[in-house]
């Protein structure tokens, strides 16, 4: 994945990808959408992300991405939009994150 560092959309939804395969888009700080949808990603492979401080829209639908998996993605400052229907996140979680990021639609 090293040719697409310079990536800005990636839809990954409902594909086998997995935390382990996440960590080869580490590099890519140019993403503006991330759609990981319905995958098998778990908190840790959010971790990927966190220096993505472009990224302005991240789907986590049906994922069992939780409230801690969301203190990753705290950092991202120009997030807009974060699905997270049918996740594990919960309303506690959700609050805690719309604190941190309040333009950020969730």
Not at 79 to 92: N, P, R
């Amino acid at each position: 994945f090293k040719e697409w560092r310079n990536i800005r959309e990636l839809y990954l939804g409902y594909t086998n990808v997995t935390d382990k395969g996440l960590a080869h888009l580490k590099d890519c700080k140019t993403f503006i959408e991330l759609n990981l949808t319905g995958t098998k990603v778990s908190n840790e492979g959010l971790a990927n992300f966190r220096d993505c401080k472009n990224l302005e829209l991240l789907s986590l639908r049906n994922t069992e991405i939780t409230d801690e998996g969301l203190k990753h993605i705290e950092t991202i400052p120009a997030l807009k939009k974060l699905y997270l229907t049918d996740s594990k996140v919960t309303a506690a979680g959700v609050k805690q994150l719309q604190g941190v990021l309040p333009n950020c639609a969730i």
